[in-house]
């Protein structure tokens, strides 16, 4: 049992490159979400999927995309990298059930140049 | 709408001293109130949630509703506490499910 999962560990881009993050949960849960964490800033949701087949906005979704792929998969994708989306990226997941919470994956630290 | 507010970004402590880290929130229905811990560059963990009332390495934390406080304490902190400490208000359900988190307390605990 692996939890949430994340790849890759790192990244670093130029400004304009693409990239997909990917992670995988194998807790059979329902809700994902996608988060990025700066400095000062604490957490802050850019989409969630509260399931299979169904994604939302969260507080900070300009520039991003995401797609659910299954139950289990949930990626995020920088369609054209600036340097402002350089941050650590934290994938979530949670089962839903009532007092749940989200348990959360490594992380990815992208830096964008 | 939900809001956590932590005041303290830093907060430093001496081995052994009490330990307070501040978390309040604003929200009209009833709420779930959670501790995360981040230690240095890893993923955030959750510490202890309010319904289980648990103490999980010598932490503790009580809802005040009439005080909207979920204060995180520790009688006597020790340097491996040294984290990033996160308060986390759950409210709705299904597809309204929410978690706002707080922006965060560094606490740093010296030898």
């Known amino acids: 049992n692996a939890g949430v999962t994340q790849t890759p560990k790192f990244q670093v881009l130029k400004t304009g490159q693409s990239m997909t993050l990917q992670c995988a949960q194998d807790m059979n849960h329902n809700s994902m979400y996608w988060y990025r964490q700066d400095p000062g800033m604490g957490l802050r949701l850019i989409y969630y999927?509260?399931?299979?087949?169904?994604?939302d906005k969260g507080e900070v979704p300009n520039g991003y995309n995401v797609s659910r792929l299954n139950k289990r998969e949930f990626s995020l994708r920088l369609e054209s990298a600036a340097p402002s989306q350089t941050s650590v990226y934290f994938c979530a997941s949670e089962g839903g059930g009532a007092g749940d919470t989200q348990y959360f994956g490594p992380g990815t630290r992208l830096t964008v140049l | 709408a939900q809001r956590v507010t932590q005041p303290e970004k830093l907060l430093s402590v001496f081995k052994g001293a009490p330990v307070e880290l501040k978390c309040n929130y604003s929200y009209s229905g009833s709420p779930e109130l959670f501790w995360y811990v981040q230690y240095s560059r890893q993923r955030l963990q959750l510490l202890l949630r309010h319904i289980s009332r648990e103490s999980i390495k010598g932490f503790t934390a009580d809802l005040n509703k009439g005080e909207t406080s979920f204060h995180l304490k520790k009688p006597f902190a020790q340097e491996e506490d040294s984290a990033m400490y996160y308060c986390a208000l759950s409210t709705g359900g299904g597809s309204n499910y929410k978690l706002t988190f707080g922006k965060g307390t560094l606490l740093t605990v010296n030898p």
């Open positions: 999927s509260a399931s299979e087949g169904t994604t």
